[in-house]
């Protein structure tokens, strides 16, 4: 076993891919200097070669689409956008062509691209240093969206993703970085098989999340478990294609939901989370009204007081467990 | 708008027979032939698109043959092509298989994309055509970066990106450019200027109606050609894509053209471009680079008009035979749309 925080683990994973698969190349801005995406992505310039390891000019479409197209003729490249705000001048690359061609082509082509975006906020960056996208991609037929919350899943899903043949959007937290846990040696997994998973049993109450928001749960959980609340906390992991069967079978078992996301609530993940439940449950299974903590419609503020009440706390979680189980 | 393109872009001009000295006879008879069979073939589609045979929209390039056709003539089934929404002439002219083009363009499953993609979604690997789409400019990216991997595999392949004067107002192309120049990539940026994007002439949306001033400041090679000569779009290119194989970074060509339709589907009268006269279409008609290449042909005593009537019935012939197969094929299965989404 060895000792990782979230971002050395998916260092890990650049490193186990860039040494074991000669056809897999990262491209992006920053990659020369890395600084801005944390200890995630130290010194592989230096280790694998400026060819492999390609820093960009400031284009990020053109990156994007150049990745997509390398991945037509056999790569596996590794696009880093190191805020996901940035990733929104390439998403023709995406959305049109990334997410289509299999399809459109009846199946011929497979552009295995992975598409890092790193969702990155706080510190009064402001509106557009901040977003959480992951609800656009997941609603993308052809795209498959990943959202690691721990530090095994930070290592082990971007391996996971690139060895995939479909296009995949990776979506790290800055605010993760900091997880620590033991790993054992790398185990490649077939990504086409990653499913949610129960990260805590629990009986009074199913809270679903994925990426920082899990780490909320998960925190919430802990807490509430001192008050002698039962959390049962389910961690998405894969938000596109959503496998549901294990999220229905903790909201059966518990009867009470909480969801949990990064994202604004309307038109959001937290949504198509609970419709997907409330559709396969009976009517009468539910104890009481389904609920969610997601941001407000609004974008980020960049003053510190209206930051910190714009963000989801642990606190805010542990609170609308209470409500609900108090209704 | 300035005119940089002098008499390239003047429709009374560049009528007579094109220049073929030195030229193989071998060639000139396959680039010929495959230009017949091209025009042929569009006309097949664009007048079953007309009598609702065809239920899509179909992008013909009638009239502008000579650049699909000279530029493949130095091409090999190791590169990858990207096409554009106007596409067929890209393709048939690295795999002239019509039957599998009204497939697809019928949307059966026995097409070129087995009936999933229709005119505007094309796909051939096994002969470099690694596909086309209708987002203007959605493939120039895409072209570089199949270079970078090329270059990266160690290969002589390039890439290759066919582009119109339209899509050079799209963002994306100018980063491609830069992209393409800064990391030396083996791509060939072919720009099909035939002065139209949809019903816009560029004279609405541009400054200059040359594309090659973005060769120049992106400091790529260029050169601008007759795009109605497929003896000089072959030459040309050749020059080009042999630096380009032999790891000079990309090239850019320039071919001033002109399309007889309108933008989509059969008609070509004006109301389908502002600026677009029956007079200039009667013009460019003029300036068509089979009738110029083949009056050069006669004239050099290389070719004859029984030789082409005879090329022309077995065409028609051939093309009857596949048009009737394809519309007897199957569509694809009922499970089709959700089994391709992911591999």
Redo the contacts between chains.
């Keep these: 076993m060895q000792k990782y925080n979230y971002g050395t683990a998916i260092l890990a994973a650049f490193e186990y891919l860039l040494e074991n698969y000669p056809e897999v190349?990262v491209i992006g801005q920053g990659l020369w200097s890395p600084w801005y995406v944390g200890n995630s992505m130290t010194d592989l310039d230096k280790k694998f070669g400026i060819?492999?390891v390609?820093d960009?000019?400031v284009?990020e479409?053109?990156?994007?689409?150049?990745?997509?197209?390398?991945?037509?003729?056999?790569?596996k490249?590794i696009v880093v956008h190191p805020r996901m705000d940035f990733t929104l001048y390439a998403m023709?690359?995406i959305v049109?062509?990334a997410a289509?061609?299999?399809?459109?082509?009846?199946?011929?082509?497979?552009p295995?691209v992975t598409i890092r975006s790193i969702i990155n906020r706080g510190g009064e960056q402001g509106a557009q240093h901040s977003q959480a996208l992951h609800a656009w991609f997941s609603h993308v037929?052809?795209l498959?969206v990943v959202m690691p919350s721990t530090v095994a899943d930070a290592r082990d899903l971007l391996i996971a993703s690139v060895l995939?043949?479909?296009p995949v959007m990776y979506i790290d937290d800055r605010w993760l970085y900091e997880q620590e846990d033991e790993l054992p040696p790398v185990m490649e997994l077939d990504l086409?098989t990653q499913k949610p998973v129960v990260s805590l049993i629990g009986s009074d109450v199913t809270i679903i999340a994925s990426g920082h928001s899990s780490l909320l749960a998960r925190e919430a959980a802990e807490q509430l478990g001192d008050e002698k609340i039962s959390v049962e906390v389910v961690d998405v992991r894969v938000l596109n294609?959503f496998h549901t069967k294990e999220i229905i079978e903790s909201v059966k078992k518990t009867r009470n939901l909480l969801v949990v996301d990064s994202g604004w609530i309307s038109g959001g993940f937290s949504a198509e989370i609970i419709a997907k439940v409330v559709e396969n449950l009976p009517v009468d299974c539910l104890k009481n009204s389904p609920a969610r903590i997601a941001l407000p419609d609004a974008p980020a503020p960049t003053s510190r007081v209206l930051e910190k009440a714009y963000y989801t706390s642990t606190n805010d979680v542990v609170k609308a467990v209470k409500k609900i189980l108090n209704n | 708008m300035k005119n940089h393109l002098n008499g390239l872009s003047n429709p009374k001009k560049y009528h007579e027979p094109i220049s073929i000295n030195n030229q193989n006879i071998d060639i000139l008879r396959s680039m010929l032939g495959l230009m017949i069979l091209i025009r042929k073939t569009e006309q097949k589609i664009a007048m079953s698109r007309k009598n609702e045979l065809i239920g899509g929209p179909v992008h013909l390039s009638a009239g502008q043959e000579a650049v699909a056709v000279g530029i493949s003539q130095n091409l090999r089934n190791t590169d990858s092509v990207f096409g554009t929404h106007r596409s067929h002439a890209h393709l048939l002219a690295l795999n002239p298989d019509y039957y599998k083009l009204f497939a697809e363009v019928l949307g059966k499953e026995t097409g070129f994309s087995k009936g999933m993609g229709g005119s505007m979604h094309l796909y051939d690997q096994p002969s470099g055509f690694y596909g086309s789409v209708p987002i203007v400019a959605g493939t120039v990216a895409l072209a570089v970066g199949a270079a970078m991997a090329l270059k990266m595999q160690n290969t002589d392949g390039i890439g290759v990106s066919y582009l119109g004067d339209g899509a050079t107002e799209e963002g994306v192309v100018h980063e491609s450019f830069n992209l393409a120049k800064i990391q030396k990539a083996p791509v060939l940026f072919v720009i099909e200027n035939n002065l139209f994007a949809s019903h816009m002439h560029i004279s609405l949306r541009q400054p200059s109606d040359m594309i090659s001033r973005f060769a120049i400041a992106n400091d790529i090679p260029y050169k601008l050609e007759d795009g109605n000569d497929v003896v000089s779009v072959a030459k040309a290119s050749k020059e080009l894509i042999d630096d380009i194989r032999a790891g000079k970074g990309p090239g850019f060509i320039e071919l001033v053209t002109y399309r007889w339709y309108g933008h989509v589907d059969w008609r070509d009268d004006v109301d389908v471009g502002v600026d677009r006269s029956l007079d200039d279409i009667d013009n460019w008609r003029a300036r068509d680079p089979i009738l110029r290449l083949s009056k050069s042909m006669i004239k050099a005593k290389m070719w004859s008009i029984e030789q082409e009537n005879d090329l022309n019935n077995m065409l028609d012939k051939g093309i009857q035979t596949a048009w009737e197969k394809a519309m007897n094929d199957p569509y694809p299965s009922s499970d089709a749309t959700l089994k391709y989404v992911y591999s």
């Design positions: 190349f060819e492999r390609i960009t000019p284009s479409a053109a990156c994007t689409g150049a990745a997509v197209g390398a991945s037509l003729v056999g790569m490249p023709d690359a049109n062509q289509k061609w299999s399809h459109m082509l009846g199946g011929q082509s497979h295995g037929p052809g498959r995939c043949k479909d086409t294609p």
